[in-house]
């Protein structure tokens, strides 16, 4: 699927990941767990990674959360950003404490000097300042805007932001402008993306529960997305932080923006499947969280929708009497009566491990 040409935008580091400058789009989420939950975060921190979770976000809310950040940003696989809200002094700790970035909102956090404190704490540091305007904390005097034009209202706050900040001397920026309403935010992001070349992370915030925030924010992203708005993005839903990384993979992949994506193709399963679609297809996708190659996988119910209409797809199994037959590129190569899912996932790795014997490039 070809996408419109990608915006053109500065590159920022988030340690040793790129965000714009024509970087591939990269996926974030954000612990459940506050810093002072060490252990979890850690732990949730370790599984977003194994998801492909590229950039993630912890808050950081009290005094007590810096030393345990500190840690947690020292063991992590991945850069950890402090969220911070409120406190200005929590975000010059947390830069001082080994964050790969800060995540503020300056219309909460505080005067323009306290903005400017954390700024300086950043540029001290080395990193960048993540600039997030949300719907639900525009500044007083916009409130009346915000009421007739929520979109508009969002870009003049990001601009007046920008402003104070550009006159500060700190352009280490991404900016986000988010609201629940996927078309303010569509349309928010579009007027901040005319004026300037900072990098957008895209969002819809609050989106909800896992299937309804989905579908909202795959309607709104993949909008802004095709129209080459967006360097990096989160899924934002309630509950596992895992699930967030599973989707966005699937947006940015049907985009066509990340080649070394898996694309799982299934069948949405009737009174011919032999086998539990819907159950395989679940526990192929988390089997293979974290590959980064450029496969199609195909799980299949029957001879109908087998082989033949996955045909296209690199490997795959197709439900038959008795089990699953295994297929690569349409022809049966093999008849599986036990753990078909388990023998696929064996098969994808074998696939992806002759790839790197090959040299393949990982895109």
């Not at 974030?28 to 002072?36: F, L, V, W, Y």
């Not at 992203?221 to 993005?233: K, N, P, Q």
């Amino acid at each position: 699927m070809a996408t419109r040409p990608r915006r053109h935008t500065r590159a920022v580091r988030f340690g040793e990941v790129t965000v714009g400058g024509g970087a591939p789009v990269s996926i974030q989420s954000m612990s459940t767990r506050p810093a002072a939950s060490e252990e979890e975060t850690a732990a949730e921190i370790a599984a977003l990674a194994r998801a492909g979770c590229e950039i993630v976000r912890v808050a950081v809310k009290a005094a007590d959360d810096v030393g345990p950040f500190e840690r947690i940003c020292a063991a992590s696989p991945i850069p950890v950003v402090a969220d911070v809200h409120f406190d200005h002094r929590l975000a010059v700790a947390a830069a001082e404490a080994g964050a790969a970035g800060l995540r503020i909102n300056p219309g909460n956090i505080g005067s323009r000097g306290k903005v400017l404190a954390v700024l300086d704490a950043a540029s001290a540091a080395g990193i960048p300042v993540r600039v997030g305007v949300n719907a639900g904390s525009i500044e007083r005097d916009l409130r009346g805007l915000a009421a007739r034009e929520p979109a508009r209202a969002m870009a003049e706050s990001a601009f007046r932001h920008l402003e104070m900040i550009e006159n500060a001397g700190f352009t280490d920026l991404v900016f986000s402008l988010k609201s629940s309403d996927a078309l303010a935010t569509i349309e928010a992001n579009r007027i901040f993306a005319l004026n300037n070349d900072y990098p957008l992370h895209l969002g819809v915030t609050e989106a909800g529960p896992a299937l309804t925030g989905t579908a909202v924010s795959a309607a709104a992203l993949a909008i802004l997305l095709d129209e080459g708005i967006g360097d990096t993005i989160r899924i934002s839903l309630s509950g596992d932080p895992v699930r967030e990384v599973i989707v966005a993979a699937a947006v940015l992949s049907a985009l066509g923006l990340r080649g070394d994506i898996p694309r799982i193709v299934s069948c949405p399963t009737c009174g011919r499947a032999w086998i539990d679609v819907a159950a395989a297809a679940e526990r192929l996708e988390r089997e293979l969280l974290g590959i980064r190659r450029p496969i199609t996988v195909a799980v299949m119910g029957c001879e109908v929708n087998g082989p033949g209409e996955a045909a296209g797809a690199d490997i795959g199994i197709a439900g038959a009497r008795g089990g699953a037959v295994l297929f690569r590129h349409g022809r049966v190569v093999q008849t599986i009566e036990g753990d078909y899912v388990e023998e696929l996932v064996a098969e994808v790795r074998r696939l992806v491990d002759d790839q790197d014997g090959a040299g393949d490039p990982p895109e």
